[in-house]
């Protein structure tokens, strides 16, 4: 069955770095395209990036365009999320998630991960 | 951004009742709509897609209809499983939004 496992938050300090890893299996990784979905603690889902099946294609929520970038290794059947410039409201629990319909760009999300907790705090 | 409205935020309700939530779109997004359900401490559970299809292996209690800027998800005969959060979530343009979740609780 999909199983997706994220791995890579952590405390961190606000203006710092940090890189998200969604390792996938139990399905054709290279042709589904791939989500971040964050939610605060006691708070709801918040899209965060998508990016296509080929990694070719990116789209972020304007709350991350410019700090956060989605990528993919296929070889690897990998997902990251490279976050730059971490501010305090970007406390949560980040989750990966599948595409319900391979290759198409406009496609609700199937399957999640359990998601990897990263705390923004000096 | 498309803005995804639910109503109403929190609702009581009892075994064996039957409940509606609603979602409303910012602008139309013809039936471009999903619906999830998220218990605590668990990632959320993908319901119905294009506003009215379940999700395989989801029971037919659950139903959803709308399309354009008005959405509707009901459960009929409710079970003491059902009480959760549920989220709707528009994929008709980026960036997706989600509506800001029902919480369904036991009366």
């Known amino acids: 069955q999909v199983q997706l496992v994220e791995s890579g938050g952590g405390v961190v300090q606000p203006g710092r770095s940090l890189r998200l890893s969604c390792v996938a299996s139990?399905?054709?990784?290279?042709?589904?395209?791939m989500h971040w979905v964050r939610q605060a603690p006691g708070k709801g889902l918040d899209w965060v990036a998508v990016?296509?099946?080929?990694?070719?294609?990116?789209n972020y929520a304007d709350s991350v365009k410019g700090r956060f970038t989605i990528s993919r290794d296929n070889s690897m059947n990998t997902l990251y999320l490279q976050m730059n410039s971490l501010r305090p409201d970007d406390t949560a629990l980040y989750y990966c998630?599948?595409?319900?319909?391979?290759?198409?760009?406009?496609?609700?999300?199937?399957?999640w991960g359990q998601g990897t907790l990263v705390t923004v705090s000096s | 951004d498309i803005q995804m409205t639910q109503s109403p935020s929190s609702l009581s309700a009892s075994v064996g009742d039957r409940v509606t939530i609603t979602c409303r779109a910012s602008?139309?997004?013809?039936?471009?709509l999903a619906w999830f359900q998220q218990k605590p401490g668990k990632a959320p559970k993908f319901l119905i897609y294009?506003?009215?299809s379940l999700q395989s292996g989801v029971p037919s209690k659950f139903s959803g209809s709308g399309s354009g800027t008005d959405f509707t998800l009901t459960i009929s005969s409710l079970q003491p499983e059902d009480f959760a959060t549920y989220y709707c979530?528009?994929?008709?343009?980026?960036?997706?939004?989600f509506g800001q979740g029902t919480r369904l609780e036991s009366k």
């Open positions: 998630a599948e595409n319900f319909s391979p290759g198409g760009s406009y496609s609700p999300i199937d399957h």
């Open positions: 139990g399905f054709t990784f290279s042709s589904y395209g």
């Open positions: 990016i296509s099946f080929d990694g070719r294609n990116a």
């Open positions: 602008q139309d997004i013809s039936n471009y």
């Open positions: 294009a506003a009215s």
């Open positions: 979530q528009q994929y008709n343009s980026y960036p997706f939004t």
